[in-house]
């Protein structure tokens, strides 16, 4: 089974920026469709920034285009989403879940899903 890790969350002032890593174990992470979502307290879960398995196309919601970029390592079977400029509401817990050969990382079609790593953007 696929296993994620999340890191990199932690405490920034707006206009700061963070880098969150997502780890993969167990298959190579180029096979499966990457997506990195949030839940900010009382609020539900939204996909922020997806890359394709494969081709490595790229989307991001219109809250964060400009802002925040995903990439993704082979070599380190992982894959990061660099986020600047950052602002209290992007305040919230950041998952990335992961669909096998996916393309677009609807919610609903993701397989496997990390624990979450906490984002807090506060002065």
């Known amino acids: 089974q696929v296993q994620l890790v999340e890191s990199g969350g932690g405490l920034v002032q707006p206009g700061g920026s963070l880098r969150l890593s997502c780890a993969v174990s167990?298959?190579?992470?180029?096979?499966?469709?990457i997506g990195w979502f949030r839940q900010a307290p009382g609020k539900e879960r939204e996909g922020v920034s997806c890359?394709?398995?494969?081709?490595?196309?790229?989307y991001y919601a219109d809250s964060v285009k400009g802002r925040f970029t995903i990439s993704r390592d082979n070599a380190k079977n992982s894959v990061y989403l660099q986020m600047n400029s950052l602002k209290p509401e992007d305040t919230a817990v950041y998952y990335c879940?992961?669909?096998?050969?996916?393309?677009?990382?609807?919610?609903?079609?993701?397989?496997?899903w990390g624990k979450g790593t906490l984002v807090t953007v506060s002065s």
């Open positions: 167990r298959f190579p992470v180029n096979y499966y469709a």
């Open positions: 879940a992961a669909e096998r050969y996916g393309s677009t990382c609807p919610e609903y079609a993701m397989d496997y």
């Open positions: 890359i394709s398995s494969g081709y490595d196309n790229t």
